[in-house]
């Protein structure tokens, strides 16, 4: 068994270069190749590798000419399809951000070619791994709670600020708040209430002018097991929140970030609270975790843990929404058409 991992990294923005932080810090990963098509961003991944791996403005040129064993991609995700497939046809292991793709075709093609170089790909959805959302999946996993029945979720924001970048303010590049944003809670409600079966969805054009596309959505879900969902998305909101409720057979979980904290409520119990920073202070980074988990799978010695079907669900979830949203009608899973216009 290999007890190194020869890595490459695509796209070294403040995504790609928070994955090479925690990558040059395992002492199992050999950064071998960095890429990037801005000088900059690539001498300054560089020095954080200490300066060793080799450095490509070209992605094709790296992928024939280092010697690898995986690759890290966090370029926009419009062209997270293209240069996956391009890693797992080398026959590299690959990790890609989150959102998988543009479309649940995209998804589904990067999938097949995973399954036909028999290569692991992992997505990153590393909200799941990150303090407050982490301790509620535990906490649901525990069973003291019950069974989960409904879930509420809201993510806004206001200006996009440091993250503003031409192809994040644009639909056809970004996919819209839903992937952009949202994909790290449509994935949590997929973990809580398992698989979807249908989606209804309205959204509105108010004059952000930062965006092309609606810059409000809510949708509701129906999952097969007949919990339900809701999920509302803005980048009109100038409090900005990330903010929830469960609400399961024997108590009832909120979590607020204009509170920083998480509530639990259950009959005849005193109310718990749990201050965020109070939530495993110990806990390893989240980012930390997915590369750890990534190396750890590129040895041999795990399954990957967020596999690329995790991602499709995400990415099917915010297409049916934005499908239900344009034809005004619930829109029915499991989707095998492309995201509409
Ligand atoms: N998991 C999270 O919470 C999280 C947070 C932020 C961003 N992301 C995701 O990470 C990805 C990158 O986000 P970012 O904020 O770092 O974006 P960014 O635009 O700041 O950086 C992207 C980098 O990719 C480079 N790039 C673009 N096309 C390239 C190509 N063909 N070959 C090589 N390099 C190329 C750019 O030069 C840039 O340096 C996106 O998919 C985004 O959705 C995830």
Known sequence: MKDVVRLAFIGLGPMGTDLLRAAVAHPAADVTALCDGSPEALASAKSIANEKPATFSDYRTMLHDAKLDAVVVAVPQHLHAQVTIDCLQHGLTTFCEKPMGLSVNQCMSMIAAAKSVGKGLMIGQVLRYIGPYRFILERIASGDLGVPLVMRTTRTMGNWGSWARPWRLQRETSGGLLLEVNVHELDLMLQILGPASSVTAIDRRFPNSEVDFSDFITAQIEFQNGSIGTITSSCGDQLGRHSGEVFLTNGTIYYESLLDQVLIGQSGKEREVFPYAEIH?????????????????????????????????????????????????????????????
């Open 281 to 341: 202070p110990e806990w390893e980074n989240g980012v930390a975790r997915e590369m750890r988990e990534f190396i750890e799978a590129c040895l041999g010695q795990r399954e990957i843990s967020i596999p690329g079907e995790d991602g499709l669900r995400a990415v099917e979830l915010a297409q049916a929404a934005y499908q239900s949203a344009a034809e005004k009608r619930t829109v029915h899973l499991p989707l095998h058409l492309p995201l509409p216009a």
